[in-house]
């Protein structure tokens, strides 16, 4: 079975540029969270969907930052303009929530952003 | 609220030797508990994971973690370290039975020494 799917693994960009991070989810899951990984601050949720629908995006830092999920098999996560501050590993899981499930998270790979 | 302590950012064992990683976790319900381990540059992937069956929890690549609710405990061993076993290990406990729930600790790095 196929696993969480992001892309790109890698982005170096200019800041001030948009950035655009895909993801998709296991399929039959319902939920899906942005992550975004760094040295200083460790693992960071930045926003959580449940049926296709943002369920807290209070972990996204600013204005800059937007999420969406058109369909329960895709998700994007847009930096509109990047900072040098953005650069980390932006990680996307996914995970089925309900009956007895216990809420486990399948991430994909990543896609480490490089913002120059 | 809940919240997940491990002690030691780093830790580092030779080849064969005992690995202990330790993770205390606060919660005032029963919890869920999990060890994720992410290898450089991959994503995080489930070890093993505690949901009120047995205490001894017994994971992937011989990884075991045992729950001890009087001490809040959820410590990770392996009886004898592998060089592949270097990776970062994640601790998370899940209050609920939903993934937005689940609150990481901030890792420990561990290494292996030939």
């Known amino acids: 079975d196929a696993g969480v799917i992001q892309s790109p693994r890698h982005e170096v960009t200019e800041m001030g540029q948009e950035v655009t991070l895909r993801c998709k989810p296991i399929?039959?899951?319902?939920?899906l969270f942005w992550y975004r990984q760094t040295m200083m601050r460790g693992l960071e949720l930045l926003i959580y969907?449940?049926?296709?629908?943002?369920?807290?995006d209070s972990g996204m830092p600013e204005d800059r930052f937007s999420a969406k999920m058109p369909n329960a098999s895709f998700s994007t996560l847009k930096i509109q303009p990047s900072e040098p501050r953005d650069s980390a590993v932006y990680f996307c899981?996914?995970?089925?929530?309900?009956?007895?499930?216990?809420?486990?998270?399948?991430f994909g790979e990543g896609s480490r952003l490089t913002v120059l | 609220a809940q919240s997940v302590t491990q002690l030691g950012s780093h830790v580092s064992v030779s080849e064969g030797a005992l690995v202990l990683l330790r993770c205390n976790y606060s919660?005032?319900?029963?919890?869920?508990l999990f060890w994720y381990v992410q290898y450089p540059n991959q994503g995080l992937q489930l070890l093993l994971k505690?949901?009120?069956?047995?205490?001894l929890v017994k994971g992937i690549n011989g990884f075991e973690a045992e729950f001890k609710k009087s001490e809040t405990s959820f410590h990770l061993t392996k009886p004898s370290a592998h060089m592949s076993d270097a990776a970062e290990y994640f601790c998370?406990?899940?209050?609920?039975?939903?993934?937005?729930?689940?609150?990481f600790g901030s890792g420990t790095r561990l290494s292996i020494r030939p």
């Open positions: 919660s005032s319900v029963p919890p869920y």
């Open positions: 969907f449940n049926n296709n629908v943002p369920i807290d």
């Open positions: 505690y949901t009120s069956a047995a205490t």
């Open positions: 899981a996914s995970s089925f929530v309900g009956g007895t499930n216990t809420g486990e998270l399948f």
């Open positions: 399929s039959g899951h319902n939920s």
């Open positions: 998370a406990v899940n209050r609920g039975s939903s993934a937005s729930k689940i609150i």
